[in-house]
């Protein structure tokens, strides 16, 4: 068994423009827990974020994606790094790896941010709200639905946790996109059912302000 075997197999997960190299959204992930007697400043350590500035980020991506715009496989070696990518309408989809890791569990989370997003923000795409309404159907399905810039920034929040449920901390949690796409897209079961005991009617309302001002004058009375 190799000794290196770590669960931290993620050095960064980004989403890219393609028109201008510019980032979308990037997530550089470093172990929580540094090696014992090593600083969490120092780096070097293993699961260490490999690009700690935001210089070093900088000049990563943009080498990066000018070494993969043209590329037709999905997989390469850059800056001893492995990095698998998927290209979706104008952005690029990356997730980057070390030399040792293992690239198929690397491109499973790709695909499972490539496709958690095609579920969340298809209804969110421009072309597919144009669908709905002409009714045509001109252009084929996994091309209408595939995330796009503009629909990214729109639902910043939507893609920040669907990376999250995918990686924490460089470790892979789930790679099901329907998983994924349920667990960002749906409210907390807890949540739901707290709520639908109120009475959010005006009386209802009234009803619990007296309520509480009555506990408060209790309490007061108690007090003296």
């Known amino acids: 068994m190799p000794s290196n075997l770590s669960l931290l197999s993620v050095n960064a997960i980004l989403i890219m423009s393609v028109d201008d190299s510019s980032r979308i959204l990037a997530k550089y992930y470093s172990s929580p827990h ?59 989809l990356y997730v980057v790896g070390g030399v040792e890791e293992n690239e198929i569990l690397l491109y499973s989370v790709v695909l499972a941010l490539r496709d958690s997003l095609t579920s969340l923000l298809k209804y969110y795409h421009p072309l597919f709200r144009l669908d709905q309404v002409s009714r045509r159907g001109l252009i084929s399905s996994k091309k209408r639905h595939a995330p796009d810039k503009r629909t990214i920034i729109e639902n910043y929040d939507l893609v920040c946790l669907a990376m999250d449920e995918i990686v924490d901390d460089g470790i892979i949690l789930e790679t099901d996109s329907q998983v994924i796409a349920s667990r960002v897209s749906r409210p907390p079961a807890q949540d739901v059912t707290s709520v639908k005991g109120i009475d959010l009617s005006e009386q209802g309302l009234l009803n619990a302000w007296e309520f509480g001002k009555a506990k408060l004058s209790e309490r007061l009375r108690q007090g003296l």
């Open 34 to 92: 540094p090696t014992s007697g090593v600083s969490e400043k120092s780096g070097g350590y293993p699961g260490s974020n490999p690009y700690p500035t935001i210089k070093e980020q900088r000049v990563f991506e943009r080498g990066l994606m000018e070494k993969t715009v043209k590329q037709t496989s999905d997989i390469i070696l850059y800056d001893n790094r492995i990095v698998v990518f998927k290209m979706e309408n104008d952005v690029m």
